[in-house]
């Protein structure tokens, strides 16, 4: 049976005013930060997690379909990200950085994790005529870790910079980066911790 | 670059990030980080360093099915039907009197076939209801709603206030928890629609707050749904009980 959100949809539906917005029962705003949110998921509210959800699965759900190249299991990546962010909320600490970065790696794994475990019958299966990815570093500058992290991987050379850019956002492991770019599995792999190794030294220069 | 540059242990924890080992890497990886602090804490590093690059993932906007099947599986998580931390606000006015044969009337009017089937059978079973409208005070509307003794349940007190609240208190003892539902609605006179309130917990109180409740003569209506309301709407199970509100 599907289920449906029924108080808001109906109220919404049936009445002739706008749909009110929800407050948190902690009267948490709107613009409250997510810090502050997950905390109250922490604490079993709800409407926290309504605007968690709001504000932070679209992104969430870009990352997985970038690496599933599934809606379906983009979806489902995302909806046991959210489950693992509302049943571990209380374990959140800003050593993990944004609660945008936990979430976002609490997807990745799960993401990844999906797509070894399915192995090669995953990419017969794609239904998903992914674009290919945009060259362009721009979105990075959006913030300020962005930004310095984009200063770095530009001083990498360009090879470099598309391995470390494929394996993050596309998912690719290094027997997939030596199919995909012609190289051996040796070199990919030596090449990778290279690149690490050099983002690492930028960032914290 | 040249290889000038020093490799540290702690890369290896960004390959992890990264998603450059395989599947059995990444497993084993992840048992050493539970074992070892310093690993998890490297890779928490790595996380923070390479969060960044999440931003050149294209926008991509989540099917809406995502929601509504996430709050279900978390409101099962949580052990309740209801998803309690919303609410909404609700200008109410008192009312004067009720006449449970006016509302039996409103219900039986419906021209939702399938509603008005199911609701002619329940007010039939609800006869022996009754409600008491307790005026405590000017602003506020009490309404007592009590339930057949073999469905195990005590009724509510239910209160409606001014400032848009329904407050719901569990009456007596429950003699077992039904997987059931209960759900509340109003439905105004002359209506065959009736507008869901949300859900009844069936221990303690429930607070709710709905968008607007109906001017005029409306009646109440408690129905037994599936776990999580409704799915239609509409009523769907039987109205348990049907009594009507009057405002100034």
């Known amino acids: 049976m599907r289920h449906r959100q029924p108080f808001e949809r109906h109220v919404q539906d049936e009445l002739d005013e706008p749909g009110p917005t929800p407050l948190s029962a902690a009267g948490l705003p709107g613009d ?35 690496i599933t190249r599934h809606s379906n299991l983009a ?17 959140y600490t800003p050593s993990r950085g944004s609660p945008e970065t936990w979430m976002v790696a609490l ?38 870790e962005g930004r310095a992290l984009r200063q770095c991987l530009e001083r990498l050379p360009p090879e470099r910079q598309r391995m470390v850019i494929l394996s993050f956002v596309e998912g690719y492991s290094h027997a997939e980066l030596s199919n995909r770019l012609a190289q051996p599995l040796g070199s990919v792999k030596s090449a990778i911790r290279r690149a690490l190794a050099s983002l690492r030294e930028c960032l914290a220069a | 670059m040249s290889g000038s540059i020093e490799m540290e242990d702690g890369d ?9 080992m395989n599947a059995e890497e990444m497993r084993a990886f992840k048992r050493e980080a539970e074992r070892e602090p310093s690993v998890a804490r490297a890779i928490e590093q790595w996380e923070v360093r390479l969060a960044p690059l999440a931003l050149l993932a294209p926008p991509a ?22 998803p309690q931390g ?21 219900a039986s009017s ?17 006869a022996g209801l009754g409600i008491a409208l307790i005026k405590h005070q000017p602003e506020q509307l009490q309404v007592s709603m009590v339930m057949p003794a ?15 609240q329904i407050v719901a208190v569990a009456q007596g003892a429950l003699t077992h928890t039904l997987k059931q539902d209960f759900e509340l609605w109003a439905l105004p006179d002359g209506s065959d629609r009736p507008q869901p309130l949300g859900l009844l917990l069936q221990t303690n109180t429930t607070t709710l707050k709905t968008g607007k409740l109906p001017r005029g003569k409306f009646a109440l209506l408690v129905s037994l749904e599936p776990k999580g309301g409704s799915p239609s709407g509409i009523p769907t199970g039987p109205v348990m009980f049907a009594g009507d509100v009057q405002q100034p």
């Open chain 2, 12 to 20: 290896q924890a960004g390959l992890y990030v990264l998603g450059a």
């Open chain 2, 86 to 106: 919303e609410v909404y606000t609700v200008p109410v006015r008192r009312a004067k009197s009720r006449r449970r044969g006016e509302a039996a009337r409103a």
């Open chain 2, 150 to 164: 073999q469905a195990g349940v005590g009724g509510w007190l239910i209160t409606l206030h001014p400032d848009g």
């Open chain 1, 75 to 91: 979806a489902d990546t995302v909806q046991e990200a959210f489950i693992q962010v509302w049943q571990n909320a209380r374990h």
């Open chain 1, 32 to 66: 409250a930060p997510s810090e502050l949110l997950l905390q109250a998921c922490g604490l079993g509210d709800r409407a926290a997690f309504r605007m968690l959800y709001d504000r932070h699965a679209a992104r969430l759900y870009a990352v997985a379909l970038r």
């Open chain 1, 107 to 144: 997807t990745r794994y799960r993401a990844l994790d999906l797509v070894r475990r399915a192995g090669p019958a995953l990419q017969t299966l794609s239904t998903e005529a992914l674009e290919e990815l945009p060259a362009s570093l721009d979105p990075m500058e959006s913030t300020a």
């Open chain 2, 61 to 82: 906007e989540p099917p809406e099915a995502l929601w509504t099947q996430l709050s279900a599986r978390v409101a099962r998580l949580s052990g309740e039907a209801a």
């Open chain 2, 110 to 126: 419906g021209a939702l076939q399938l509603w008005r089937g199911v609701a002619a059978a329940a007010l039939a079973a609800a």
